[in-house]
């Protein structure tokens, strides 16, 4: 069984005292990271690392609230950077790490503009994305046991997640009236407030419906609670909440493939794409303003064809 990546721990320097604006953002976009990103254990490390250096020196020069760096300050970093003697390599991932690290929190509204926006470090290559194979998905699926509320809610949770191709801030967020069985659509509002309309599958609507009517009611003792999605003490199921659903299932169903929630989008794009969905369609679905973006799940899916081949024809 795959191991399941353990929550980024606080620094140890944190222990015993309050923490700073600054700290409590890092802390909260280090969990983004592996929740919404996907991103692997040892990236996450050396990420956290880049980001506890950085937030010292900015502490250093009295900087504690993201809200109040600049860009001088940032150069400040970069150029003692240099000045220690840290490979350029080294120095193109700090940089990526803190430019990511300042749109989360414009993101956030912790801060009302990222310091570093138009900086551009060396050119790297974008990973394709991973993804589970249709028979995975049909196993993660197939693992709560209906018997209980929580396994209901984890179906329910799961199917519509890869049904939709949404985001786990989107599940997290849905609203109960969001969800209509009647036209088997989910209401939306993803990135930038932007609402679209997704269309779900009749395993989803089911599985919906059969936690709406049982489990939904007795996890939140009758008590009004606007999301969708809910823990055990009955309150909003939190993106670390459904990442941890996801790991409890995906080692219940026997797949070693390391995923996070963000994998379930990633799998749906791909397999819809797979099955012949135009590009366009895919985009409006999955909520990417630009095609861009959505054109990185082209690339798994000629990979995709190319097993086929390998697989099937005669010369493969």
């Known amino acids: 069984m795959t191991k399941a990546r353990a929550t980024p721990a606080p620094s140890p320097a944190l222990r015993g005292r309050r923490e700073t604006a600054f700290e409590r953002a890092r ?122 509320a929580l396994g209901q809610r984890d179906r329910a949770l799961l199917e519509l997640a890869y049904a939709a191709g949404l985001r786990a801030s989107e599940v997290c967020d849905l609203p109960v009236e969001a969800f209509d069985a009647r036209v088997a659509l989910v209401r939306v509002v993803g990135k930038g407030n932007k609402e679209r309309l997704v269309p779900v599958g009749r395993a989803a609507v089911d599985a919906i419906q059969v936690y709406l009517a049982g489990a939904r009611p007795q996890l939140t003792h009758q008590r009004t609670v606007p999301n969708l999605f809910v823990n055990r003490r009955g309150s909003r199921l939190s993106r670390m909440g459904f990442w941890k659903i996801l790991q409890k299932h995906l080692q219940a169903a026997g797949v070693r493939t390391a995923a996070s929630p963000h994998t379930l989008r990633h799998s749906f794009a791909t397999h819809l794409l797979e099955g012949g969905a135009d590009l366009r369609v895919v985009q409006e679905l999955l909520g990417h303003a630009d095609i861009a973006t959505t054109q990185i799940y082209t690339q798994v899916d000629r990979q995709y064809l190319i097993e086929v081949y390998k697989t099937f024809h005669p010369r493969g």
Not at 69 to 98: N, Y
């Open 27 to 148: 802390e909260a976009y280090l969990v983004h990271l592996m929740v919404e990103r996907g991103l692997g254990r040892l990236t996450i490390e050396a990420y956290a690392q880049d980001l506890e250096r950085y937030g010292a020196f900015l502490a250093a020069r009295g900087r504690t609230d993201p809200g109040t760096v600049g860009t001088e300050d940032v150069h400040a970093f970069l150029a003692a950077e240099t000045a220690a003697g840290q490979k350029a390599t080294t120095r193109a991932r700090r940089l990526s790490a803190i430019r990511g690290f300042h749109r989360y929190c414009v993101l956030e509204n912790l801060c009302p503009a990222t310091p570093v926006e138009n900086w551009r470090g060396p050119r790297r290559t974008r990973p394709l994305p991973r993804v589970l194979r249709v028979a995975e998905i049909e196993r993660l699926l197939a693992a709560p046991d209906l018997s209980t």
